[in-house]
Structure formats: structure tokens, C-alpha cells
């Protein structure tokens, strides 16, 4: 299943932060000029600032790294719980969306399956495997090994196990592109029912050839 990971970013102490904080806490003594040495006397030095906000970003970063796994612990509960035919469709459908693999996008994906706004046999996406961020992976049309006509793409979904998966994938999206574009709304119709009935006989994203 998709998974983007969480990167980490040490806290960097620079002298434009040094800088920041000399003219902050000179500020702070300008305000108040009467009272200038006993506020510089309970300003911290740099050094103890510096220490501090390093301390503190360390735990701002383990509290965030910590919800966003209980975010992805949540989302695979949530999968898990479907039935097994819906819970392959779901991962299936989640590899290749075109949304960055984040849980709270996860999570979305999910919310909107649960009200009913997202169809697996429909989905509103083609099927081909996208990466962490997004991207497809592959573009199957611009592949000249793997062109598919639309007859040709009737055919195979059809009968789906007398072809090879990449073929199904690529009949698969013009299946989804004829009926998009097709005037004729009864052979529209007739191609989503085929891309539909095609969707949960793809296989293995994984196992597909290159």
C-alpha cells in the first residue's frame, strides 16, 4: 500500500537566529528603558535559547511523527474492516490515486467511501499506480507495445484472463476514456459496465511486467 514517508528535519541553530533573538530581546529592554537592566538580567543567553528550542522541536516532531502514525493505525483499521472484496478494491484503488500518500488523504478517501461519494467499480481515477507523491508511475498508452484499440479493449474485458495484465490495464482506461467521450450514451453506458466488471479482475498492481 501506498506510503509516503515522514521526513526528519534536525533543528538548525544559525547566526540569523542568533541575530533574531539579540534584536528581540533588545526590544523587549527598549520598551521599557527605567526597567532595562533588571529585564536584561532575566533574559536568557543564547546559548540557553538555542538549547531550549532545539529541545522543543525534537518533541513538537516526535508528537507530530506520533499522530501521524496513529492517523495511518486508524486508516488500515478502517480497511481492514471492510469486506474482503472491498478491502481490495480500496487498497488497489488507493495505489493508484493521484493524491499524495499521506493518512489524512487516506483517511479522506475512506470518509467519502463511507457517505457513499466513491464508487470502487467507478473510481474517478485511472488504475495505473501512482508513487508517494502522486505521479504515475508509468503512462500505458505511450507504451507502443501495449496499444489498444477500443475494439481490442471491449475484448479484453470480455474475457480478461486471456490477456496479460499490463494489456488489462490499458483497456481498462480506454474503456473509461471511450465512455467520457462517446455521444452515443447507450454505448457509453455499455463501455462503463465493461470497465466496471474489468476493474476487480485487474490482479496485482505489483505483479504487473514492465
Request: with cysteine; aromatic share 8%.
Amino acid at each position: 500500500m501506498r506510503f509516503k514517508p515522514w521526513p526528519r528535519h534536525a533543528f538548525t541553530d544559525t547566526s540569523r537566529k542568533r541575530a533574531a533573538l539579540r534584536r528581540k530581546q533588545r526590544l523587549e529592554r527598549e520598551a521599557l528603558p527605567l526597567f532595562a537592566d533588571q529585564i536584561a538580567e532575566a533574559q536568557p543567553g543564547e546559548d540557553q535559547v538555542m538549547q531550549d528550542r532545539a529541545a522543543a522541536w525534537d518533541a513538537r516532531e516526535a508528537r507530530d511523527r506520533s499522530a501521524r502514525a496513529a492517523q495511518w493505525r486508524d486508516a488500515r483499521h478502517m480497511i481492514d474492516a471492510l469486506p474482503d472484496a472491498e478491502r481490495r478494491a480500496m487498497r488497489k484503488l488507493w495505489d493508484c490515486a493521484p493524491y499524495p500518500a499521506d493518512p489524512s488523504r487516506l483517511l479522506g478517501v475512506l470518509h467519502s467511501y463511507s457517505l457513499g461519494r466513491l464508487d470502487l467499480k467507478r473510481p474517478p481515477f485511472p488504475l495505473s499506480r501512482t508513487d508517494a507523491s502522486g505521479t504515475r508511475i508509468a503512462n500505458l498508452f505511450a507504451s507502443p507495445d501495449l496499444f489498444v484499440t477500443i475494439l481490442t479493449a471491449r475484448d479484453i474485458a470480455e474475457d480478461p484472463d486471456a490477456y496479460r495484465l499490463a494489456e488489462r490495464h490499458a483497456a481498462y482506461h480506454h474503456l473509461q476514456a471511450a465512455a467520457s467521450a462517446n455521444r452515443d450514451k447507450d454505448r457509453a453506458a455499455q463501455d462503463r459496465v465493461l470497465a466496471s466488471r474489468l476493474f476487480l479482475r485487474l490482479g496485482d498492481l505489483e505483479d504487473a511486467p514492465a
